[in-house]
């Protein structure tokens, strides 16, 4: 399983290699994280919009979502607001938690940042409870390094 996981972050790597469109690179990052993930409902992208301090919807693999979350709402706006890691047992225990799909019961977002600028976050869903492990959250953040490394900060 942890094997299948790491291979993710190389298979990014290599997927993003010659290319610095950001769009396509999330586009593709989410449809890696969905053929690769089991047990997962929606994986995707929020972007920040410094202008509005808020986050908004990014590509993503999954059903329609939330468009707009402002700065510390919900799980998302948490995560960019304090820049650590939220994975997350259960949804409905998490406080101000964004229900846009009723069928997720756990969920992991991770920040994302290059050059010290906030670029906005990584958000995992899953149908089940407690679906990400310690483990989950290591492969996760070692797939957000490689996607931060291929950013483009010439064309966010
Ligand atoms: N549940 C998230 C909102 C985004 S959706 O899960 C795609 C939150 O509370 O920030």
Redesign the pocket.
Known sequence: MSEIKSMIAKQLDALLINEDNNIANMANASALLMQNIQNIS?A?F?LYEEQKDELILGP?Q?KV??VH?KNG?????TVLKEQKVQRIKN?NN?P??????SD?KS?I?IPITKNGNKFGVL?I?APILNRFSMEDEIILKEFTKVFTNHLNIDKL
């Open positions: 929606w995707g929020y993503f999954g979502a939330c979350i709402n919900g799980v998302c706006g949804v998490f101000g938690h964004i229900a846009c799909d997720s969920e977002v958000d869903d």
